[in-house]
Structure formats: structure tokens, C-alpha cells
């Protein structure tokens, strides 16, 4: 077995929240981005940190042999049992959706002084509803999503240059258990020319239809599946595009399938609620207002882009899904945003400041660049601008815009 792939941004958010019992932490994500081995790193880190193994309460709710544990009350009964003494115990409840009614076992459990409880969900409903309701104020988020580039670099099998392992941090996946895949694929298939990539695509695909099936057919009671699908595959197909519900509803149509406003919108609920996709809301730069008209839509893995259509597509719309998740790991809130009739990628906003994006595949001709600096150069404000590029540009600053290499930019 491959040695767990160090999180370690994730793992000082989570310590940093340590015994803290009064507060529920909770690490959300998409189905396999790594929760469960982060909760492994942490309890590593807990053990060489004092705390006795004895201590530590570890239950997934994906495992068969705790199917009994799917009863909150019973869940209730064996932790509080189960702690040792008066002194602080650990408490890791992994997948804690699939126990119905599991916000009452986890407030009362909050209420212990001597409990330290984290969970995971792979779907953002659990954080409504009632649980929202008796633990407001009580509990912090942090979202997890798959590997950053620079955390796939660091577990990378072999040596190779910048561009070849970017190119398969995008085709095979940035979720972890794929780089232990890439690895096997590159010492028992050695001789070919490349990689025999069909394990990965195998692994996609039960990854795949475990969201599809689990957290949208089942928890949206969706009857049409082959419609849901096609949905999914033209909004893979379409990130980064500007577009509403009535855009897809007439492309839809276009293509021969009927499909009504308020099915589309459930489907892409279920699609956010997973994980799946990202929203992004446009801002007016110049009039400094959200606009409620359209929005863009990312995707938290492109292997599952490439996994459904077969195909690269345009690399500028991937190259921007890829910049787009490493602003969001770095903990911007994020817009795109309009300045007069022009576009500029990402308003990325943290700590009070505000910084402009422009994602370019390559800024080589001249009529390119002049393209990407014309918008930022629009904006009257002082704010850092960057154009983030795959090339490597002969200067770096060009009337105050900053022109980076984004791989660069993306393992600093």
C-alpha cells in the first residue's frame, strides 16, 4: 500500500481547531478527495503528540462492520461508553450522513466536555435542515477538495518535467488514489510507450457512479437517468462558459430532449450538494455589485471531465477550471467579473483584499496578449492583476500587470 499523501494545509486547519470541544469540526469534500486519510494523518499527529491511542475513536460509516452504528442512539450509547475518564477524547465519525437522524447524536456528544468530535460528509445538505439549525454557531466547515498540483508533484512517482506531470494531474485525475494507480501502471507496464491508463479510467468510473447514483439519483429521486447524464455531460463540457437554466434547457431541446426548468435546477443542485461542480456569480467591477444574471460553473476533478466525453476540449476552459481550484484551496471568495463589455476571469477576493485574474493557455501572438491585458487594463483600481499563462513570458510586469507561468504559480 502507497504511503498516505501528506495534506498538510488541511492537517494545520484541522489542529488548529484541536480540543476545542465545543465546537464541531467538519470536513466536507467530494466522495474520495482524501477525507478519510486526513483523518488518518490527524490521529497520526494526535499520537506523537501525547495522546494515547486508547483516546481516539475512529468509525466509517462505509464499512459493513458498522452497520449497527447506523442507529444514532446506539452511535450515542458506544461513544459516550466507550470514552476514557475525564480527559479529552477524540472522536472521528467518517461519512456521518449515512446515519439518519445523526444531528441529534452529534449535538448531544457536543455537549460532553471530554469529546472532541470531527466528521466528514460528502454532500453540503447534511449542513442544513435541522443539524444547521441545533448546531448553529457551533460547528466550522473545512473543505476538502483532490489534490492541489503542488501536492501531486510532492507524490509523483518518477521524475518528470512540469508540463508532463500537469498534463496527467488533468487526464488521469487529482483525486489521491490515482497517483498510486500511475505509479503501479508506470512499474508493471514499464516498456510501453506511455501510460496503460485503464485502471485509472476503472476507478474514475466507480468514483463516477457513486456520486451519480448516491448522492443525486438517490437523494433527488431523479426516474430519468440517461437525461440527469446528459445534463452532466454538457455542463462538463461547457466550464467556464457563462450560462442559466434556460441556456441549457434550449440546448436540450436542440439536441432532442425535452426537459423542464425545475428539473434542470434539481439536477444541478444535486450536482453542487455533491461536490461536483462549483458556482461562480459574476460581479461588476466599475458599479462594485453581484449580478444576478448567469454564472459560471467549474469542476472539482477534470478526469472526470475527460472520463465522460473522451476528449480535451478547449485547454484555455481546463487551464481556467484548474487556476479557478487552486484559488478556491487557498481560501479566496471568488466571482467572475464584467468591466464595461469585457470579461475579466476571476475578482478573487481574501482578507479583505481584492486581486484580478486572467487565465491564458498561451499569450505567444501579439493580437493574445493584447486581448488579455485590455480588461485589466479597464480597472482603475490599485489592485494586484495577474495573467496566469502556460507559457514562460519574457517579462514578468507590463504596465503593472504581473504575467506569471502558472505552474509556477501553482507549486509556490
Known sequence: MQKAIERPDYLMRLAGWKDKSDVVKIITGIRRCGKSTLFKLYQRYLQKNGVSGKRILDINFEDAANEKFLDWRVLHNHIKENCVGDTMNYVFLDEIQSVPEFQKAVNSLRLAENIDLYLTG????????EFATLLSGRYVEIHMLPLSFKEYVSAYPYNAAPDKMFG??????????????????????????GWDNEQIQMFLRGVYNTIVLKDIVERRKVANVSRLESVIKFMFDNI???????????????????????TIENYLSGLLDAFVLYKVGRYDIKGKKHLQTNAK????DIGLRYLLLGREGDMGRILENAVFLE?????YMIHTGKINR????????????????????????????????????????HNPKYILTRDYPLESLHDGIKIVNVLEWMTY
Do not use: C, W
Open 122 to 129: 460528502s454532500n453540503s445538505r447534511m449542513l442544513s435542515g
Open 342 to 381: 469585457s470579461e475579466v476571469d476571476f475578482v478573487a477576493v481574501k482578507d479583505g483584499y481584492t486581486e484580478y485574474y486572467q487565465v491564458s493557455h498561451d499569450i505567444g501572438s501579439k493580437e493574445t496578449f493584447q486581448r488579455e491585458i485590455a480588461s485589466l487594463n479597464m480597472i482603475s483600481d
Open 240 to 262: 467556464g462558459s457563462e450560462m442559466s437554466l434556460r441556456n441549457i434547457q434550449n440546448t436540450m431541446k436542440s439536441g432532442g430532449r425535452d426537459i423542464q426548468l425545475p
Open 297 to 300: 460553473y467549474y469542476l472539482s
Open 327 to 331: 484559488l478556491f484551496r487557498r481560501g
Open 168 to 193: 496527467d494531474y488533468l487526464r488521469n485525475s487529482s483525486f489521491p488514489y490515482t497517483v498510486q494507480l500511475t505509479a503501479e501502471s508506470n512499474s508493471l507496464l514499464n516498456k510501453k510507450n
